[in-house]
């Protein structure tokens, strides 16, 4: 069974910081990873699709690595800005369309 | 391009009770998916439908139904409410059973009294 796991639960840097989310999978055997955001109490924000044929996607401050021999995935945050706190999800796909959900690592940015 | 959306935005009912929740998908996409959040989790994937046929089910009860409608709206069902099905109730659209990004609308937040 597909285990999906972010560490750090949580986490609060100070404005400017570069920084690294982590999210780690038990079963190698995925279509693609999907990283998002959430806002308090609203939906889902995709940020980056890794298709598992794929290292690396990146979208301006936003670079995301699969390390799919690992079972790893990273995401790095440049320049950290207060705009960027939220809650980020990892969701990797097995087939069919069916998300698997990690529990999210809650990031506050700090003025 | 219209995003997903959903409604109600939020909903209180009492245990025993029956809802339903609605999404319409983003426009051109053919295939929905519900997840449940409860608070401090990830979403857990419910079902999703996929030209108006139920195409993969997570691990929920009966009581947990849907459809889909010919212009891929949907509807999730929940009867006999209980207190833990309070939650963050998300839909998400996609192509073709679910090929490649889902987008997700701001769901439907239900509080079971």
């Known amino acids: 069974k597909q285990e999906v796991t972010q560490i750090p639960a949580a986490l609060s840097v100070p404005e400017g910081e570069n920084l690294v989310l982590n999210c780690s999978f038990t079963d190698s055997a995925i279509y693609n990873l999907q990283w998002f955001r959430q806002d308090p109490g609203k939906g889902l924000t995709s940020l980056l699709l890794i298709q598992s044929s794929q290292r690396e996607q990146t979208s301006g401050r936003l670079n995301a690595s699969l390390d799919k021999s690992s079972g790893r995935s990273t995401l790095y945050i440049a320049a950290s800005q207060p705009g960027d706190s939220a809650t980020y999800l990892c969701a990797l796909e097995q087939g069919g369309g069916k998300l698997i959900f990690g529990q999210g690592t809650e990031l506050s940015v700090k003025p | 391009e219209t995003g997903v959306t959903q409604s109600p935005t939020h909903l209180i009912k009492t245990r025993g009770q029956q809802v339903t929740l609605r999404c319409s998908s983003q426009?051109?996409?053919?295939?929905v998916s519900w997840y449940q959040q409860a608070l401090g989790q990830g979403p857990q994937f419910i079902f999703q439908y996929y030209r108006e046929e139920e195409n993969g089910r997570g691990n929920f009860p009966p009581r947990f139904s849907g459809l889909q409608f010919p212009n891929y709206s949907s509807e999730l069902n929940v009867n006999a409410l209980e207190l833990d099905d309070s939650a963050l109730y998300l839909c998400a659209s996609s192509w073709e059973g679910g090929l490649g990004e889902q987008y997700f609308g701001p769901g439907t937040r239900l509080t079971v009294t």
């Open positions: 426009s051109g996409h053919n295939t």
